[in-house]
Nanobody
Framework: QVQLAESGGGLVQAGGSLRLSCAAS????????MGWFRQAPGKEREFVAA????????DYLDSVKGRFTISRDNAKNTVYLQMNNLKPEDTAVYYC????????????????WGQGTQVTVSS
């Protein structure tokens, strides 16, 4: 079992920045691919970014490329999502997930999920 806990969400104006954190506990964090997903009201949960256990970036959602950066600190069992130049369309609940699959970018490929953190971007 892996337990995940997101933090860092909040309300920010368009153009602002936030850094989300996801702290993991339980089974060996360093062997898991970690991903960020988001879900806006009335929409499906969508992939945002993923990072391999080695630190290699797997992929980003096209609409966040150049604005968001995923990173991880295996010593702290934590994955981060730095979000810059935020837009109102980034408003959603953001979830982190973990998986033993190396190159996972699909929701069904992720085994464990956190409870989510709300990000609201005002125009």
């Amino acid at each position: 079992q892996v337990q995940l806990a997101e933090s860092g969400g909040g309300l920010v104006q368009a153009g602002g920045s936030l850094r989300l954190s996801c702290a993991a506990s339980g089974r060996t964090f360093t062997r898991y691919t970690m991903g960020w997903f988001r879900q806006a009201p009335g929409k499906e949960r969508e992939f945002v970014a993923a990072i391999h256990w080695s630190g290699g970036i797997i992929d980003y959602l096209d609409s966040v490329k150049g604005r968001f950066t995923i990173s991880r600190d295996n010593a702290k069992n934590t994955v981060y999502l730095q979000m810059n130049n935020l837009k109102p369309e980034d408003t959603a609940v953001y979830y982190c997930g973990s998986t033993g699959r190396a190159l996972a970018t699909r929701r069904y490929e992720y085994e464990y999920w956190g409870q989510g953190t709300q990000v609201t971007v005002s125009s």
